[in-house]
């Protein structure tokens, strides 16, 4: 069993619907982060969290330490929101040692 | 664009070579990271310098070496390489380990 895990694997959806990718993790963590890969294969890091709930325009992810589960919701997704989204987590500081879940294909269909 | 530079974008090369790939991090980022990206094996970590010191070891092979030099650029050393090590190389940095990182657009080696 993979110490991160995500769901689902991929992921068609319309223009403006609402998104959620889940990440579920096995091992103790002191930061968990979400990236986009664009078909282009360039990563960007989407959030860095380790508590609650963050949000950068359309987009949210939250946290929930008990139940080690993590989400990344988008809201009113649009075409050029689709490319691989990937969770990965840290066990002591916020980038060390970070172990990656397989990766989430998003993709939106106009 | 990030501000991390990665050289070269591709890169081809045969079994049993060797070859260095180099990232330039963003400007005052004194923390640099390595990762591997293959079809089977996904996103690993491979290893991460902060200010010229080996600060954290990944999944890298004994045939993998890298440095981070006084100027914070960093190098990946692969050797005897294999057709397995054909994958995409990605380096990030950051300010310190607890601040966001960046990604560089990352290196694409194939082995043939």
């Known amino acids: 069993k993979n110490e991160v895990e995500q769901s689902p694997q991929n992921l068609t959806a319309q223009e403006g619907e609402f998104i959620t990718i889940n990440c579920s993790y096995s091992?103790?963590?002191?930061?968990l982060h979400w990236l986009q890969q664009h078909p282009g294969g360039g990563i960007v890091s989407l959030f860095m969290l380790s508590s609650g709930k963050k949000k950068h325009g359309r987009l949210i992810a939250t946290i929930n330490i008990q139940e080690k589960h993590s989400s990344l919701h988008i809201t009113a997704s649009h075409p050029r929101d689709s490319a691989v989204y990937i969770c990965?987590?840290?066990?002591?500081?916020?980038?060390?040692?970070?172990?990656f879940g397989t990766g989430t294909r998003l993709t939106i269909i106009p | 664009d990030s501000g991390v530079t990665q050289t070269p974008k591709h890169l081809i090369t045969a079994t049993g070579q060797r070859v260095t790939l180099r990232c330039s991090p963003r400007?005052?980022?004194?923390?640099v990271y390595w990762y591997q990206q293959s079809l089977d094996q996904g996103l690993q970590f491979l290893i991460q310098?902060?200010?010229?010191?080996?600060?954290a070891k990944g999944n890298i092979l004994e045939r993998f070496s890298a440095q981070q030099f006084p100027d914070l650029h960093s190098e990946l050393n692969l050797s005897s390489l294999e057709l397995g090590d054909s994958a995409l190389y990605f380096c990030?940095?950051?300010?310190?380990?607890?601040?966001?990182?960046?990604f560089g657009q990352g290196t694409r080696l194939t082995v043939v």
């Open positions: 400007s005052g980022d004194l923390s």
């Open positions: 990030a940095s950051s300010v310190d380990i607890r601040t966001e990182a960046f």
């Open positions: 990965a987590v840290s066990p002591n500081f916020g980038n060390e040692k970070l172990t």
């Open positions: 310098y902060y200010n010229g010191e080996e600060r």
């Open positions: 091992v103790g963590i002191s930061a």
